[in-house]
T-cell receptor
């Protein structure tokens, strides 16, 4: 059974801090790893990673994948209150768009 | 495009009643996914369709759950009879065959 584990489950930091969110996985036939941000309703897509060691970056957010050690990290620098959300890690395995296996998420709270 | 549209946004129903959740995917997307999100289990894939055909329903918890996609622009998830443990947020998502799925705003179901 595919498994995705995120840590920590919850994190509270002050505005301006840098945070690192972790995602480890055990899946058969790994294809890609995705990060989503869920604020109040629908998860919204952040990154998709398929290759080890290549950093994806979007503004203050960045992410990298290690396919040997089976994990990914999501970094957020100079955090702002608008970054408060649940960050979900998901892994695509098997063939085609077979749906994603999600972790339980990291609930990030940025205090002013 | 308005994105993935789900209805209703909230539903409260009594145990034993039939519940029908509705989804309109993004036009042109040929994959449609139904997910369920709870605090305990996170986001779980229930079933997905490709070109209106159910491909994998192994995530459907039991026979009380059924899903249909009569055409490319509409899908339903039905629970009959509903039970309190079915209370969750149900998400519909669609994609064009790549893993980046676009999520609807979800239906929050409460069964009392």
């Amino acid at each position: 059974e595919d498994k995705v584990v995120q840590s920590p489950l919850s994190l509270v930091v002050h505005e301006g801090d840098t945070v690192t969110l972790n995602c480890s996985y055990e899946v058969t036939n790994f294809r890609s790893l995705l990060w989503y941000k869920q604020e109040k309703k629908a998860p919204t897509f952040l990154f998709m990673l398929t290759s080890s060691g290549i950093e994806k970056k979007s503004g203050r957010l960045s992410s990298i994948l290690d396919k040997k050690e089976l994990f990914s990290i999501l970094n957020i620098t100079a955090t702002q209150t608008g970054d408060s959300a649940v960050y979900l890690c998901a892994v695509e395995s098997g063939g085609g768009a077979d749906g994603l296996t999600f972790g339980k998420g990291t609930h990030l709270i940025i205090q002013p | 495009d308005a994105g993935v549209i789900q209805s209703p946004r909230h539903e409260v129903t009594e145990m034993g009643q039939e519940v029908t959740l509705r989804c309109k995917p993004i036009s042109g997307h040929d994959y449609l996914f139904w997910y369920r999100q709870t605090m305990m289990r996170g986001l779980e894939l229930l079933i997905y369709f490709n070109n209106n055909v159910p491909i994998d329903d192994s995530g459907m918890p039991e026979d009380r759950f059924s899903a249909k996609m009569p055409n490319a622009s509409f899908s339903t998830l039905k629970i009959q009879p509903s039970e309190p443990r079915d209370s969750a947020v149900y998400f519909c998502a669609s994609s064009q065959g790549d893993p980046e799925a676009f999520f609807g705003q979800g239906t929050r179901l409460t069964v009392v």
